[in-house]
């Protein structure tokens, strides 16, 4: 079974810290992205990466970073939290094909205070 | 620039009637279309996709979905709707370049009203 992981479903941190979001996943994919989803506005892309330590910004980049050293790994990392990126993260892979879905993990809920 | 338009954000519907969720995009070229189910607290599953053939495609737990290129529009079905299908439902469209990212649009609320 094709299997996407978060390692964290809930992080409170404070303001000004750096956070690190893990995503591993276990099929072999070369691509891999990271969204943000918040009520009423969907899923955001933020970065992704279709190969290791390449990466590309998506439509809200600012604030972010993100890490691509190992093919099944892939972290987003903010810089410094700040209480507007409390929010749901989600990781996704999807194999570097013409007709194939994305898989997603359980996504991250992360509270900024 | 690919986008994706889902025009209802909330919809009841009663246990045992038939759904619809619209979806509407913008795309030059034929896309790439999902439709993804996210129960609360969870990540989104695949519910069906389409690349190309036949435009009725059929997916998991009753679900279906009719391309129409001359509306641009992907709009989701079901005939029976159960309370189990509650949930939050999104629409997304992919370009036929690999190393892309799938866009995904607002998302519909479906409520199931017994």
């Known amino acids: 079974d094709v299997k996407v992981t978060q390692s964290s479903r809930y992080l409170v941190k404070r303001t000004g810290e750096k956070v690190f979001l893990e995503c591993v996943q276990d099929m072999d994919h070369e691509n891999m992205f990271w969204y943000r989803q918040d009520p009423g506005l969907g899923l955001r892309l933020i970065y992704f990466?279709?190969?290791?330590?390449?990466?590309e910004k998506g439509d809200i980049p600012e604030g972010y970073s993100v890490s691509r050293e190992k093919k099944e790994r892939f972290s987003l990392i903010l810089e410094s939290a700040s209480t507007n990126q409390t929010s749901m993260y989600l990781c996704?892979?999807?194999?570097?094909?013409?007709?194939?879905?994305?898989?997603f993990g359980q996504g991250t809920r992360l509270t900024v205070v | 620039a690919q986008s994706v338009t889902q025009p209802d954000i909330h919809i009841t519907v009663s246990e045992g009637a038939s759904l619809e969720l619209r979806c509407n995009y913008s795309y030059g070229a034929t896309p790439y279309l999902f439709w993804y189910v996210q129960s609360p607290g969870q990540g989104l599953q695949l519910l069906l996709k389409?690349?190309?053939?036949?435009?009725l495609v059929q997916g998991i737990k009753g679900f279906e979905a009719e391309f129409k290129r001359s509306q641009s529009s992907f709009n989701l079905r079901k005939p029976s709707v159960h309370w189990s299908d509650a949930a939050e439902y999104f629409c997304?469209?992919?370009?036929?370049?690999?190393?892309?990212?799938?866009?995904f649009g607002k998302g519909t609320t479906l409520s199931v009203s017994s």
């Open positions: 996704a892979s999807r194999k570097d094909s013409l007709n194939t879905e994305a898989f």
């Open positions: 389409y690349f190309s053939g036949d435009t």
């Open positions: 990466s279709y190969d290791v330590k390449m990466k």
């Open positions: 997304a469209v992919g370009a036929w370049q690999a190393g892309t990212a799938l866009i």
